[in-house]
Nanobody, 110 residues
Framework: QLQASGGGLVQSGGSLRLSCATS????????IGWYRQAPGKEREGVSC????????YYADSVKGRFTISRDNAKRTVYLQMNNLKPEDTAVYYC?????WGQGTLVTVSS
């Protein structure tokens, strides 16, 4: 299972850190990704971290502002989001394998 948390309301330029707590499997089993879905839009991939060497992927829209990381001991993957923009407003989900978290809402006001 995965459980996302850390969303909230923040002003443009602000920061939030999302957490994806996992249970029932090791972070070494498969990559963990963050996705988001804004109102009226399709879900899109935001970032991903590999299960072995820790390599990362970022969508162009967040590159340089978001950082994904993981703590294997805590079985948690983080998404540090800096310099947030109103267009980052969305429900953020974490996923790994066939598992999806329930989503956490991020709202960025202008």
């Amino acid at each position: 299972q995965l459980q996302a948390s850390g969303g909230g309301l923040v002003q443009s330029g602000g920061s939030l850190r999302l957490s994806c707590a996992t249970s029932g499997f090791s972070l070494n089993h498969f990559p963990i990704g963050w996705y988001r879905q804004a109102p009226g839009k399709e879900r899109e991939g935001v970032s991903c971290i590999s299960s072995n060497d820790g390599s990362t992927y970022y969508a162009d829209s967040v590159k340089g502002r978001f950082t994904i990381s993981r703590d294997n001991a805590k079985r948690t993957v983080y998404l540090q989001m800096n310099n947030l923009k109103p267009e980052d407003t969305a429900v953020y989900y974490c996923a790994g394998g066939t598992y999806w978290g329930q989503g956490t809402l991020v709202t960025v006001s202008s």
